[in-house]
């Protein structure tokens, strides 16, 4: 193996990523003054506007939008790294079974 290819290892980049995060993680909190709670901080903010104590419904199932971001995104994922000189319609067919799931998640 090269040096080359050690440098451009994904599992390589991946971990010294999460190395560097922890790292971060580790150094805000140690800088970070501790909490005290006082007042109205503990509260979400709104905009200064107090928060009613109902519940909002949006007009849509979010589990259904949900779905169907995980399934755009993982399609793209999927064309994108998709090798084209081992399977050339692969990605042409993987796309139509996305298609297909679509449909049917959206089936009333």
Known sequence: MTIDEILGSP???FGAMVLA???L???????????QPQG???????GGEPIPGQVYRPSYEFFHVAL???LMHV?????ATAPRDVVPW????YLALIT???VVLRWN
């Not at 399609?75 to 064309?79: D, H, K, M």
Request: no cysteine; hydrophobic share 65%; charged share 5%.
């Open 11 to 13: 599992i390589l980049w």
């Open 21 to 23: 995060g922890w790292l």
């Open 25 to 35: 993680y580790l150094w805000s909190a140690r800088i970070a003054p501790p909490f």
């Open 40 to 46: 109205m901080k503990t509260q979400a903010y709104t």
């Open 68 to 70: 169907f971001f995980t």
């Open 75 to 79: 399609a793209a994922i999927v064309v």
């Open 90 to 93: 692969g990605a042409v067919l």
């Open 100 to 102: 297909v799931s679509v």
